[in-house]
């Protein structure tokens, strides 16, 4: 087979072209040229074989467990059944690898297994965590009467039909709004001044910021509880939760809105100077703005994470079971403490309520984590 | 038209820079005061709790001298005080949830970052994030309601076939006919699974961060070379995230010791001094306070806060040493945890 490559001028052609400069490609008689095009190796996809010794072992894992756990020995137990399981699929795993593949190979599927298991072991914790506190609450999440109704004058023995966590859910939405009004303007500022300002004194505040994150909830609570309560004089109330809150969440949203702000380019900064802007006008018209759905997510992950502590508020707002609309009278419930009171107590038909709660608190916080990731995939977009 | 080029002595020209002014304009001075004022603001709030504590421990740790680390009991009406055995009891929590949490989220870490579908990978890191923002009390609902049924056979399990490693052992007979469920719940072992469901998505996610930036020409050098997957990650992405792992599991290890609810929803409280996670009964430092707090006296209440100032200690130390290790790591770079 002959490949030309190029067309061959003849020779007096040649001769006429002489005073130019023209590459010309020789004719290539040596045979094919170009191997024949190699199917593209698929580097990280399992091969059918893979997949069908795969679940093959698993299958007869699966089998094995059943009649150790439930036939041979007295371990009759999902968590012992799915251990055993596990255990026996990964053995046979090896030894049915082994029949086909080398040792490397063997030891990569294992060690696959293991990692994959250990993956879907967390997947698994997380899924049940979610479905068992919904699965508990559908008792009680269709009444009505739960999302509107206090728990004044409801004793334990009385229906779901009574009573509900209305309450406590409009404590913790308000002790939460007063943390956000507290902690933001605070954190914020603390924020654009580690990074706008600078100096000797923000390091030291950076690293004091920093080390309070590592302050346990509880002892921020005790904190507030020892001081205001105590010390002071406050009663129990809906304010010194709000303070607790605040004093937990300030170090984290301060610390988040820090790196956020970091990341700001600094050539928008110098922009902005350079057009004679002041320090003031270029944080508000321009570091900010820029750095909007970062914090945006900041905070609403300190919210997130504000609205679930339960200890802070168990030292410091006591447990109403009536609508409270003061935060400064007297003592407040809100979703965390419900959940926790419900739960100590034991009635049957308070845990229920309990888990309702629990429900509606999850929901709250998986809205709030939505809104963040939707929030922060904005930012990519751009 | 011609140009004309002006001749002069370079000397005579020579530019006078500019007096740029560095005194600040007006806005610019009250901005940068307003902001010094916020910082400074925070600084007196954050740093005021740090050293309201230990004004409040001066009087407790003059009062009961080193005694209150090594005693075990809690009985203010006796006058005794110290916390030997919650600390312990922390540290055993702890270390039970570490147990799991680290297993199992350098696994989580490892699969998403290497093992998973590419389709797939972006929701699992946000499942991963969400496992870190449910509510520390739906993982005590969990714990309580969910785990502690299934744990207690796994507990008396582990009791009758390892039992004679101390630390598996449980004060009673596994080989009744009716066994004591009771002596295996409450336990260390069932609050520290729940306190690991809590950590691991924290040291899952840093130690993931740190893999997603292990250098793809190292990656690839090792595939060309033949390496298995498990031997890119041997070879490469573990070594590279070794300051991930470390500072990740320890990050979570803080958060494991000052963890109140789920452990407070779950254990039995008690002040012996043991290192039995099996058998039930148990405190930690955060627990004891949640639990103590209300009936307190002024210099039960300072007790109490040292006894929280010693936890915050311990807690800073801890994530103070994990920002160390993986901001000196090679894999350090560009991290931010």
Not at chain 1, 82 to 97: K, P, R
Not at chain 1, 135 to 161: C, F, K, T
């Amino acid at each position: 087979m002959t490949t030309v490559t190029a067309a061959v001028p003849p020779e007096a052609e040649l001769a006429r072209h002489q005073g130019e400069l023209r590459t010309y490609l020789r004719t290539v008689d040596d045979g094919p040229v170009s191997a024949p095009p190699a199917p593209r190796r698929h580097l990280s996809a399992a091969t059918a074989e893979d997949r069908t010794v795969a679940l093959g072992s698993l299958a007869a894992g699966a089998a094995a467990a059943w009649v150790i756990c439930f036939r041979l020995l007295p371990w009759g137990n999902p968590l012992a059944y799915a251990v055993t399981g596990f255990v026996l699929f990964l053995a046979i795993l090896t030894v049915a690898t082994s029949i086909t593949a080398s040792g490397p190979a063997v030891t990569d599927r294992l060690v696959g297994a293991v990692i994959t298991g250990g993956a879907a072991v967390v997947g698994l914790a997380l899924v049940s965590t979610v479905a068992y506190t919904f699965i508990r609450a559908a008792p009680a999440l269709p009444h009505i009467n739960m999302y509107v109704q206090d728990m004044a004058a409801v004793g334990p023995r009385d229906a779901l039909s009574v009573g509900g966590v209305a309450h406590a859910l409009l404590g913790s939405v308000m002790q939460i709004a007063i943390a956000v009004v507290v902690t933001v303007p605070l954190a914020l500022g603390t924020a654009v001044f580690m990074t706008e300002v600078g100096g000797s004194f923000a390091r030291v505040v950076r690293t004091v910021v920093e080390a309070m994150t590592a302050l346990p909830s509880v002892v921020a609570g005790l904190f507030v509880y020892s001081v205001l309560i105590v010390t002071l004089g406050f009663p129990r109330s809906g304010i010194a939760a709000a303070m607790a809150l605040s004093v937990m969440m300030l170090p984290i949203i301060a610390r988040a809105a820090d790196v956020v702000l970091r990341v700001v380019p600094s050539g928008l900064r110098e922009a902005s100077l350079a057009l004679g802007a002041s320090r003031w006008r270029t944080v508000w018209h321009v570091v900010l703005p820029t750095a909007r759905p970062g914090l945006a997510t900041a905070l609403i992950l300190g919210i997130a994470r504000g609205v679930g502590e339960t200890s802070p508020v168990l030292l410091t707002s006591g447990a109403a079971p009536f609508f409270v609309l003061s935060p400064f009278t007297g003592v407040m419930n809100s979703l965390p403490l419900f959940i926790y009171s419900t739960v100590r107590s034991g009635e049957p038909l308070y845990v229920e309520r309990g888990f309702a709660a629990a429900a509606i608190l999850l929901t709250g916080v998986l809205v709030l984590f939505v809104a963040a990731r939707l929030l922060a995939r904005q930012r990519s977009g751009r | 038209m011609s140009t004309i080029v002006r001749v002069e002595e370079p000397s005579s020209t020579a530019a006078t820079p500019r007096q740029l002014a560095r005194s600040e304009s007006g806005s610019d001075r009250v901005f940068a005061i307003g902001a010094r004022a916020v910082g400074a603001m925070v600084l007196v709030i954050t740093g005021g709790i740090g050293i309201f504590l230990a004004v409040q421990a001066v009087p407790t740790i003059r009062h009961y001298g080193l005694r209150f680390f090594t005693e075990t009991q809690w009985q203010p009406e006796a006058d005794v005080v110290g916390i030997g055995s919650v600390l312990v009891g922390t540290a055993t929590v702890a270390l039970v949830a570490m147990t799991f949490a680290f297993p199992l989220g350098l696994a989580t870490a490892l699969y998403i970052s290497e093992y998973a579908p590419a389709r797939i990978k972006a929701t699992l890191v946000s499942m991963v994030d969400l496992m870190a923002a449910v509510p520390s009390i739906i993982y005590g609902l969990w714990g309580f309601f969910l785990l502690q049924p299934l744990a207690g056979p796994l507990a008396r399990w582990l009791h009758t076939y390892l039992g004679w490693i101390p630390i598996f052992r449980v004060d009673t007979d596994p080989h009744a006919a009716l066994w004591e469920q009771t002596r295996y719940t409450a336990s260390a072992f069932i609050a520290g699974i729940t306190v690991a469901m809590m950590v691991l998505p924290m040291a899952s996610a840093v130690m993931r961060e740190v893999f997603s930036q292990a250098p793809l020409g190292e990656r690839e050098g090792a595939l060309a070379l033949g390496a298995t997957r498990l031997g890119v990650i041997r070879s490469v992405v573990i070594p590279f995230g070794k300051g991930g792992i470390i500072g990740g599991t320890m990050l979570g290890l803080g958060r494991a010791l000052g963890e109140t609810i789920a452990v407070l929803l779950i254990i039995s409280p008690s002040f012996d001094l043991k290192f039995r996670p099996l058998e039930i009964g148990t405190n930690t430092v955060s627990a004891l306070i949640a639990g103590r707090f209300g009936d307190a006296t002024s210099t039960q209440l300072s007790a109490l806060l040292t006894a929280g100032l010693v936890l915050f200690v311990i807690t800073l130390v801890i994530n103070t040493l994990a920002a160390v290790v993986v901001s000196r790591s090679r894999s350090g770079a560009g991290t931010d945890i």
